[in-house]
């Protein structure tokens, strides 16, 4: 699989794993994808495509985007897809889902 651009968000931690490398490629190459199917196209075990996509999720770069009936199945699977990226807005401060701007949460602490 090609890897497209990696993400805009600021690194915090450790780096990136090649787990979250090849979810985020899939995630943005063939859209949502339940997370059976998106260990298949990555080719990772099970338990540590599921344990890389709890961490995605956690920090915001994945979101659950939806559940889907499977044929032949009584049971409904989570759609997972990439984060949408946080638009900045006229200060510069981005906003969005996993964005919190530390200075206005200080300012309103302060007050």
Do not use: F
């Not at 985020?24 to 080719?43: F, H, K, N, W, Y």
């Not at 540590?48 to 985007?65: D, I, P």
């Amino acid at each position: 699989m090609t890897q497209g651009p990696p993400l805009t968000r600021p690194p915090m931690g450790r780096p990136v794993g090649e787990i979250r490398n090849l979810m985020v490629s899939a995630l943005r190459e063939q859209g949502p994808l339940p997370m059976r199917d998106l260990a298949a196209i990555t080719q990772v075990g099970y338990d540590a495509a599921r344990w890389t996509l709890k961490r995605c999720v956690g920090n915001g770069v994945v979101v659950k985007a939806g559940a889907e009936k499977r044929a032949h199945s009584k049971k409904w699977v989570v759609l997972y897809d990439l984060a949408p990226e946080p638009e900045p807005d006229s200060n510069g401060v981005r906003h969005g889902h996993g964005w919190v701007d530390l200075g206005r949460v200080v300012a309103d602490w302060a007050r």
